[in-house]
């Protein structure tokens, strides 16, 4: 299935729904879908790259990141597409998720 640039009106509808319920909530930034991780220690804050790296390996898409200690910065992009695609909102959703579990 090809992927497709989202316009304006759709990025700004998939940002609304994943931040419903997010303490911290992502931002679109330069276009690119941003945000920042904060966790207890580098242990977890690596681990969390960890899954992260392994769903987007399998994905094919794979993050701007990078780590400082407990502090890991994203920036998600399509750039088949030169923009957002629901393959940037998927993978935010999954590192929620897999932040979540870093957080425990």
């Keep these: 299935m090809p992927t497709h640039k ?8 998939a940002l609304s729904e994943l ?5 911290t909530p992502w931002e679109i930034i330069d276009g690119k879908l941003a945000k920042a991780f904060k ?3 580098f242990q977890q804050a690596f681990g969390f790259m960890t899954m992260c790296a392994l769903y987007a390996e399998r994905q094919d898409h794979h993050p701007e990141w990078s780590n400082v200690y407990n502090k ?3 920036q998600l992009i399509t750039h088949d ?7 940037d909102f998927d993978l935010a959703k999954k590192m929620e998720s897999f932040a979540a579990l870093h957080k425990a």
Excluded: M, W
């Design 6 to 13: 989202l316009t304006t009106v759709q990025s700004q509808a």
């Design 19 to 23: 931040n419903t319920g997010l303490p």
């Design 39 to 41: 966790f207890k220690d």
């Design 72 to 74: 890991v910065a994203v």
């Design 81 to 87: 597409v030169s923009g957002l695609s629901e393959k």
